[in-house]
């Protein structure tokens, strides 16, 4: 397990840029911890090296990569510290909305090369709709990052005289509204137990009103931009992210407690860790386990862009096994983290062991909705031939 689990390096200059910013992550891991946020100065070079432009449309100066090259930096970043890899994950699929915008509204919220922008998907805001414009009030919890952004988008339930709008099928109707980070008032809110450095803190807009055309469904609306990528539905490109955040976080569990365990001695017994025959099986055991999850998801990521490349839209199940993918790999992540700390020992308890940390930002991780236990259902399913509400795909 020695070195990385992938070499982003070859990705473009966007690779080789963040393979070295790699060695500053890692150092300032307890400062980023200690902060509660991404460091302002960390994100800037994050943001100069193109980490947040990865899914970003290549009409407006994006890099639009494949989401096989995406996992692997986002799971790479995480390697280093899983927090500073949170972040860049939000950044990323947050320009997801500049491919259904209208590419000059786009532009202004998307275009600059060193833009960080953010937000959250789930609809915690109220939106009346006032015809040219929407009048926008709620409070957001999960705004990764958010401290860092230009622009932040909510999303929020669509009102039209106090009555809720619906859809055909009948459920409600939400959107995405995105609207300047200046418009927006901070909670400190992120008193957490992992996942520490990301600042996900509340943020709160009210009577905040915003134009229609700075806002997206990804639900009903069809993207602007035809890119394969594009296809991808945003629940499974969330997904996608959390759960390389939480391989790449898994990864660096296993190689420290392998550390440790080849120079650690066993007290009063004079052997290392390395020369128990219960240690040699756990980790080969969790070696395994941590290799199976990266190969399940990099096939099932595999099979949807090829679907993604040569149709329209990508298959019922095409779908329920990615999320199915993303949703086993961030459990297993954290069951691994959790046998390293273990192994640990008393060492581990202390909050500045790095083990200690990595256990906590894994089970922050299998807390997301993206990849939560429900997922295992809506998979099965499809698996099973029953019906499925295809939005939550």
């Not at 699929?93 to 959250?120: C, H, R």
């Not at 025959?277 to 395994?288: I, K, N, W, Y």
Request: hydrophobic fraction near 45%; include cysteine.
């Amino acid at each position: 397990m020695n070195g990385l689990q992938y070499d982003i390096s070859s990705i473009g200059d966007v690779g080789a840029n963040i393979v070295k910013m790699l060695p500053e992550i890692r150092e300032r891991a307890a400062e980023i911890e200690g902060a509660r946020r991404l460091p302002a100065d960390l994100a800037a070079k994050l943001a100069e090296a193109g980490a947040f432009n990865l899914s970003k449309p290549a009409s407006l100066g994006g890099l639009e990569l494949a989401p096989l090259d995406f996992m692997k930096i986002i799971a790479t970043v995480a390697e280093a510290d899983a927090s500073v890899g949170w972040c860049v994950m939000i950044a990323v699929t947050s320009t997801l909305g500049a491919a259904y915008m209208p590419e000059l509204v786009a532009s202004e919220i998307f275009g600059a090369d060193d833009v960080i922008t953010g937000g959250v998907f789930a609809p915690m805001g109220r939106a009346e709709d006032k015809g040219d414009h929407y009048l926008l009030s709620g409070q957001w919890q999960w705004g990764s990052g958010s401290a860092n952004c230009s622009w932040l988008g909510g999303g929020a339930m669509i009102f039209e005289d106090d009555a809720l709008q619906k859809f055909d099928n009948g459920a409600p109707n939400h959107r995405m509204l995105f609207f300047p980070a200046k418009e927006a008032t901070f909670v400190d809110s992120w008193h957490v137990a992992g996942l520490k450095g990301t600042g996900s803190g509340d943020f709160s807009v009210k009577n905040l009103k915003i134009p229609k055309d700075r806002s997206v469904s990804f639900v009903a609306d069809q993207p602007r931009d035809a890119g394969a990528l594009y296809k991808f539905p945003l629940f499974g490109l969330l997904a996608l992210g959390v759960s390389s955040v939480a391989l790449g976080n898994a990864r660096a569990a296993l190689e420290e407690i392998r550390t440790i365990a080849i120079h650690k001695k066993t007290p009063g017994g004079g052997r290392t860790m390395a020369q128990r025959a219960t240690v040699q099986v756990e980790l080969a055991r969790a070696t395994a386990q941590l290799e199976g999850a990266f190969s399940y998801l990099e096939n099932a990521i595999s099979a949807c862009w090829l679907e993604a490349q040569g149709s329209d839209e990508i298959s019922a199940k095409g779908r329920a096994n990615l999320r199915l993918a993303c949703a086993h790999a961030t459990e297993t992540s954290a069951e691994l983290c959790k046998m390293a700390y273990t192994l640990g020992g008393g060492a581990a308890v202390y909050s500045d062991n790095v083990l200690q940390r990595r256990f906590r930002d894994a089970h922050v991780a299998t807390q997301h909705i993206a990849t939560s236990p429900a997922v295992f259902e809506l998979a099965g399913r499809v698996l099973l031939d029953q019906p499925v509400d295809m939005a939550m795909l």
